[in-house]
């Protein structure tokens, strides 16, 4: 199979004094690749920061170059929605060793020799953070109006809050959590398992026979996609039909529901490099926000002026309402500022994703009386 993922120019920023990231190693250079929407006003107000999930990017609302299909949060992000655009500055960027233009496994090494695959460097959601910061700073903004992500983007949100809280006027972690669970670890590593065994893997350095370890890739997401879904939303989207069955079903018959996995599966290895799913998995699972601060997370908040509000949905098991409301709890003892709701939904932890018009709704509340404190119009 050749190279799934086509040379697409993003938009983009380099710094060329590069980024030194936790693991104690420096990038020479570091590119971010980055959408906005709406318009940055005089003071520099009005600016939203999006952070994406594990396998998002930059295009938010609008039709992806690789896909063709519609932005993942355009049901959130436009005109008189929820995020608007009329009157928000909206900021999203691709993370750090992510695969659609920001500095990553796919990138020249510094030095032009080749590409980085497996030498690229272990990154954090810190140092993704670290990355979006040069971003912001490159648009003279000082101070964010809000940061807002879920999944892995609230596990950003929160390390915004936490490192630079003075630039952070709101922040919003929606279905995310201040550590990856032992059972989030275990999936993640099934997934980086699956990739290794493909034959294509040739131990990470693929692209050098124009190969993709797709198959190994796939069966990642799908691993991942189960996860992302509840057993109620499978169940009503699928149950147990028979694709094309027309009298009882034999081993040659496929369930809808498997099906609708290997689209899945087939469809991700032709936007995403698989070297890149194991840095940010990594990330993720390295990410614990307390352990920095003798593992007190209050601490990690201590003095806050940042205006929270965490968003969980009831029948998310991979991010489940304990894991925001334990955050919550934190803030509360640092005295933050903080509010909390759970959002009633069958659809499970991608219901941020989806038509959930309550959760629409709470997001545009808050907003709205952020604004209203801040003063803008």
């Known amino acids: 199979m050749d190279t799934a993922l086509p040379d697409i120019l993003h938009q983009h920023v380099t710094f060329d004094d590069g980024l030194m990231l936790e693991c104690g190693q420096a990038l020479g250079s570091l590119t971010v690749a980055y959408r906005t929407y709406g318009r940055l006003n005089a003071d520099c107000s009005n600016a939203i920061l999006i952070c994406h999930a594990l396998t998002g990017d930059q295009y938010v609302a609008e039709t992806h170059p690789v896909t063709g299909k519609g932005g993942w949060w355009d049901l959130v992000v436009g005109p008189g929605l929820s995020i608007d655009t009329d009157r928000f500055f909206v900021i999203c960027s691709n993370v750090l060793g992510g695969c659609m233009g920001t500095t990553g496994p796919r990138s020249p090494r510094d030095g032009g020799e080749g590409l980085w695959g497996t030498d690229f460097p272990p990154v954090t959601v810190k140092d993704m953070v670290s990355a979006q910061k040069r971003l912001v700073e490159h648009f003279g903004i000082s101070r964010l109006f809000a940061v807002i992500g879920g999944s892995m983007g609230g596990m950003q949100v929160l390390q915004w809050a936490a490192s630079y809280p003075d630039m952070v006027f709101a922040a919003v972690p929606i279905a995310s959590a201040a550590y990856h669970s032992a059972q989030n670890i275990a999936f993640n590593e099934v997934g980086r398992q699956s990739i290794f065994s493909d034959p294509d893997w040739q131990a990470g350095r693929y692209w050098q026979g124009d190969k993709v370890p797709a198959r190994g890739l796939a069966v990642a997401r799908m691993v991942a996609h189960i996860t992302y879904l509840s057993e109620e939303a499978l169940t009503r989207k699928f149950g147990r039909r028979v694709r094309g069955a027309q009298s009882l079903p034999g081993f040659a018959d496929m369930f809808e529901v498997e099906s609708y996995l290997r689209h899945q599966g ?27 601060y003798g593992g007190d997370l209050r601490a990690a908040f201590k003095g806050t002026r940042t205006r929270f509000c965490l968003m969980s949905f009831s029948s998310d098991w991979l991010y489940p309402t304990a894991e925001s ?11 933050a500022n903080v509010s909390f709701v759970e959002i009633a939904s069958d659809k499970g932890h991608d219901a941020f994703l989806l038509d959930e018009p309550d959760f629409h709704r709470a997001l545009a509340g808050f907003l709205a009386g952020c604004a209203e404190h801040a003063g803008l119009p």
Do not use: P
């Open 266 to 292: 087939s469809t991700f290895v032709r936007r995403f490099d698989a070297n890149s799913y194991l840095t940010i998995t990594r990330a993720t699972d390295y990410f614990d926000l307390a352990e920095e």
């Open 325 to 335: 409301r334990s955050v919550a709890r934190a803030l509360n003892g640092a005295a």
